[in-house]
């Protein structure tokens, strides 16, 4: 997906909120999107909103139309452009367009407040259950000229060019919606975009200082040669029994080499000798 960025905000009660923001937009059904996750603790899963681009593949065109949508202080120029748009004046048509700016101006206000959940529970109050759907349908309409209408004003205080209203336009202003009714939930006063960065490979390396580190050396080369001590330094055990009128003599070896039984006859004469004993017959057996 590209470069990203995590930051925490904290409210003032200590409480925090984290966030997680893509640098590169990501392409949706022909459509390029902004991505920016939030989630309110570490055990919990992003929760990401989608911010369309416009044609030119920027957020200035969503950041503009929102900025009016929710002002109130716009609200009348946007109803009022929307409605005379719809029904143009001469035509014997100003009650009708005045319900459609009533209609307006209460949808507007009530989408400013909590998005798509307080339009909806508005629908469940006040329309019947069979005409949800269609009432859903209207409302939905009336945002989306309202949309343009915050839009076309926004390009013409830019003194860019009008728009004509396509279905790709359509499109865009129900991602606009969409991704504004969302933006109630964020909970950040602000939205940070990564333009640029620069890679650095890091290589940590943690040092501590501790006492009696000369002990610890001194350990470390004793356990050392004791290791070497196990594999080359071969052990022999050699056992003697003396009773009244005999001795026993046995060996033992870790390692069975062809020494041993030479070794072992060598101690049997030594002792036989100093006992004043006849040297028996040889009777080796490996030793555990």
Partial sequence: ???SF?????????????FHNYMLPIEQGERWFLYTGLRDA??????????????????????????RLLDPAQRDTLVGRFAARSFPAGRGQDAMREALAQSARQTLGLFAEKGYETLGGFIEKS????????????????LQGLAFEAWTLHRETTGEAALELNPARAT???????AISDSHFYGAPAWLQLDAFEERHATVLQATRSPGMPLVYLGALLLVLG?????????????VLVKPNE??????????????????????EGLAAVLGAPVPASDSREGA
């Fill in 6 to 18: 995590t930051f925490k905000l904290r409210d003032p009660a200590g409480q925090a909120r984290e």
């Fill in 127 to 142: 329309v019947p259950e069979a005409e949800r759907g269609q009432a859903a349908d209207v409302l939905v309409r009336i």
């Fill in 172 to 178: 865009f202003l129900n991602d606009t919606i969409a």
């Fill in 42 to 67: 570490q055990a919990d899963a992003f929760r990401y909103m989608r911010i369309p681009l416009d044609e030119r593949g920027s957020v200035d065109s969503w950041f503009a139309i929102r900025d």
């Fill in 227 to 239: 290791v070497f001590a196990m594999l080359y330094i071969r052990e022999r055990r050699l056992f």
């Fill in 1 to 3: 997906i590209g470069p």
């Fill in 247 to 268: 001795a026993l003599v046995a060996m033992s070896s870790n390692r069975r080499t062809l020494d041993v039984d030479e070794t072992f006859r060598q101690h049997v």
